[in-house]
């Protein structure tokens, strides 16, 4: 279907169609709301058409394209704007495309009443343009450019309702915080281009394997005793560790993780996009793409950040009552999930789990999108209630993604997690094992303590009672995405995960066959057993209840975890003051040191020197006479005295 010459076209047609959609409604369209929502969705929508003509043709695993334009060269130095299309590419192009679609056609009824529907879709293809170039970039410097499209596009979007002062406030944070993050990561690059001579994926990889080939074959000696190339190790660390700094801010790992819940404040879509199809999604695929850069010691710490960052949200999610606010600390603990599989050099199940969190989780947000344009903006979980008779296809759809994001089997989400949970057993990290299935508990309990006080028993408030279902413009998307929370998981199954248990292999001995699935089934049924535990203890606290039980049972330990742990007064009380105690130092220095020391001596004396030359200008003729033969004089003596 696509010959060698639209092969190479495609990934540059797929990127630059946002961008023209956002220029068209930036320029000609921006006050015709329904024709601007209606480019954006094409331009999207058509993306994923042609990413799934080209697997049609193609399949899931092409041969590996490669297209770039030079764009600079100085001395040694050639930078390209270049596109790598593979299979890692081609995944988080349907991601990116096919729940971003969704999620545009959804913002297309949950948006219909805003008087800013035209800019928002303009900034939604921008942040969508923004997210294929990360996707689709073939070198690090490419990659960087279009990171930090990303962090604007978000900070726009975030604070779309700039009226509000909390969603500038959580604009800023969201964009400084990852400017943290990101300084490391442009340090990382710097190191990557200091230390091997590229920027370009392939080069690099190709770098890093001959520098282990001729490590492991120089000479007898260290054939048979290999010492170890130490300088080389130490400088790989550095640059892993930098560029996990990238993927600790936009991926929100700790202890960048403050940003990502306050993010909430942009409209229900925009969380949905970050969470799901883009922003958030980039860390972890940085990760998976420069994976080979990653040394032993690099992946170490990786690893136990992802671990760390899933409990921590986790725990935080179990108090919070905000119902966006839960899926924003799921989709942080899912994210340290990832993370943590990748340091555990679990690439497949890390983009697994990515994969299926995209569906349900896309799927959660828009269905709490619908819950809060049911009941008029309400977002208190403890303010819903009965919302299951009032807004069926709501309810139905939520529910499943509940059962995903919780990995109870046959939902999406139960593969991935699971492909977690066995890649830290196989690799015998014992302690993130325990810590995965504890997270899996917390997980099951948070959801079903939300899902069973908003949509079952009474309705609590007058808003609940007088829920409605939303358009079908709004529900036909959900039940989309809920099919793909379902099936999601099938995608994986052959050739990353389910081939250990549910395809038939190779014959095995009978004591194979007796040992060989234990490591595998093992943490399936602590997986499942995890689940169990999670829903019983949500079932029993939250199915009638009217008030939360758990702060009376809990005390400090639940303050605590409402308040997310004081992490943010941690930081005013720490980070912020002393800022502000370094910048008002600097503003005394500049105004009484550089300003009025330096500055006002070079000023005074300047003066000094002008009020002296004025005396001589007195008008007089023979005083200019005089002046005239003593500066001769003087000029002569010096010249013809030395």
């Excluded at 320029?27 to 601007?36: E, V, Y």
């Excluded at 679609?101 to 939604?124: L, N, P, T, V």
């Excluded at 960048?256 to 942009?266: I, Q």
């Excluded at 899912?334 to 340091?343: K, N, P, R, S």
């Amino acid at each position: 279907m696509f010959q060698p010459m639209k092969l190479e076209v495609l990934p540059w047609i797929i990127l630059f169609l946002p961008l023209l959609a956002a220029t068209v409604i930036t320029l000609f369209t921006l006050r015709c709301r329904t024709t601007s929502a209606l480019i954006s969705i094409g331009a999207i929508v058509t993306g994923f058409i042609l990413t799934i003509a080209f697997i049609g043709a193609n399949g899931f695993h092409p041969a590996v394209s490669e297209t770039a334009v030079n764009w600079l060269s100085i001395g040694g130095l050639q930078i390209d704007f270049g596109l790598k299309l593979d299979a890692l590419s081609l995944m988080m192009l349907l991601i990116v495309t096919g729940v971003g679609g969704a999620i545009h056609i959804y913002s297309f009824g949950y948006m219909h009443e805003d008087k800013g529907m035209a800019r928002f879709f303009a900034f939604m293809s921008l942040f969508t343009f923004s997210m294929l170039g990360v996707v689709l970039a073939n070198n690090f410097l490419m990659m960087f450019i279009f990171w930090e499209l990303v962090g604007v596009s978000s900070y726009l979007l975030i604070g779309f309702w700039f009226e509000k002062p909390s969603a500038g406030d959580a604009a800023k944070k969201a964009f400084i915080t990852n400017r943290l993050g990101d300084f490391g990561f442009l340090l990382g690059i710097l190191a990557v281009w200091a230390f091997l001579g590229s920027l370009n994926f392939s080069a690099l990889q190709d770098r890093i394997i001959e520098h282990k080939n001729s490590a492991n074959t120089i000479g007898f000696f260290l054939t048979r005793f290999p010492l170890g190339d130490f300088s080389f190790d130490m400088n790989m660390t550095i640059i892993g560790l930098l560029l996990f700094c990238g993927a600790v801010g936009k991926s929100a790992q700790f202890p960048l993780h403050v940003w990502l819940p306050d993010a909430m404040e942009g409209p229900t879509p925009v969380s949905a996009l970050i969470h799901a199809a883009t922003m958030v999604a980039a860390g972890v695929y940085m990760l998976c793409r420069v994976l080979f850069l990653l040394n032993a010691d690099a992946l170490h710490v990786i690893a136990y950040i992802g671990g760390f960052t899933a409990l921590l949200a986790a725990l935080i999610a179990v108090q919070q009552n905000d119902i966006k606010r839960i899926l924003a600390y799921s989709t942080l603990s899912q994210l340290g999930y990832m993370v943590m599989a990748v340091g555990l050099s679990g690439p497949t199940p890390a983009m697994f789990h990515l994969t299926t969190h995209a569906f349900f989780k896309a799927l959660l947000f828009l269905g709490a999108g619908s819950v809060i344009h049911g009941l008029h903006e309400e977002q208190d979980i403890w303010k819903m209630g009965g919302l299951k008779k009032k807004m069926p296809v709501t309810f139905w759809t939520f529910i499943i993604g509940t059962l995903a994001l919780s990995g109870v089997p046959p939902f999406s989400g139960f593969y991935s997690k699971d492909s977690i949970l066995a890649q830290a057993l196989n690799t015998k990290n014992y302690l993130l094992f325990a810590v995965a299935v504890f997270v899996a508990a917390l997980t099951t309990f948070y959801m079903f303590r939300l899902f069973f006080v908003a949509f079952l028993g009474e309705a609590r408030t007058e808003k609940a009672k007088h829920a409605h279902e939303s358009p079908k413009v709004m529900t036909l998307p959900l039940i989309a995405l809920a099919v793909f929370a379902v099936i999601g998981g099938f995608i994986g199954i052959t050739n990353n995960y389910g081939s250990q248990f549910f395809v038939e292999h190779e014959p095995l001995s009978v004591a194979q066959q007796a040992l060989e699935p234990l490591h595998n089934i093992f943490p399936m049924l602590l997986g499942i057993s995890a689940v169990a535990v999670g829903l019983f203890a949500a079932f029993t606290l939250y199915k009638n209840a009217a008030t939360d039980p758990l702060p009376a049972k809990l005390g400090g330990l639940a303050t605590a975890m409402k308040n997310r742990f004081y992490f943010d007064e941690l930081y005013e009380a720490t980070v912020i003051r002393a800022h502000d105690f370094i910048a008002a130092v600097a503003d005394w220095i500049d105004r009484w040191i550089i300003e009025g020391a330096c500055i006002g001596l070079v000023r005074g004396g300047t003066d000094l020197t002008g009020r002296a030359l004025r005396l001589a200008q007195t008008g007089n003729l023979q005083t200019y006479a005089f002046l005239f033969v003593l500066g001769v004089a003087l000029l002569l003596y010096f010249v013809l005295g030395k």
